[in-house]
């Protein structure tokens, strides 16, 4: 394992586990036991103990290091913060759908730049976990007017959007 990858696997942890902050505050608006929210959280967990677990195992103590007390602290501060933003169950949802999207992209990198199998299997269990708890929170959609509402005007130059967000001309290289 480089350097790279560890910061890269350290990364989605922290990405991981504020999601994980996040969707344990927002399970309080639920009261159901097989909520999204529950299972947002779970999947989140599962994903970074997954990380903490081939982290602790390197022989190299530098890469054993485990999340701050005070990255946890923060993680839970600015949960409570954007629930008490949260007025409705649609708000909750887009918002928890955006995290697990955020924690997606992060688990797409890692699992496409890792090279032992047995991790790029696990994360590949985890995307398909993520996949449908981003289909069950509403997709793309709520999180793109989400953004729309947040994002200040762009100017003339901008590159336009589709609706999930991919830039639309993107250059290409033709050989």
Known sequence: MIDAEV???RRL???ALRARALAAALKSFDRRRDSVFTRSAVSCW???RTITGR???HPDLSYQRGPSELRTLVDG????VLVSAARDRKRSLAMLAEEVQGVARELDDARALTWSAELSDDFGRAQIQLRWLISELGGSRQVAGLRAARAPARGRGAIAQNESGVAGNWPYLAF
């Open 7 to 9: 910061m890269r696997l």
């Open 46 to 48: 599962q994903i970074a």
């Open 55 to 57: 982290l602790r195992g």
């Open 13 to 15: 942890r922290d990405t």
């Open 77 to 80: 501060i600015r949960a409570n």
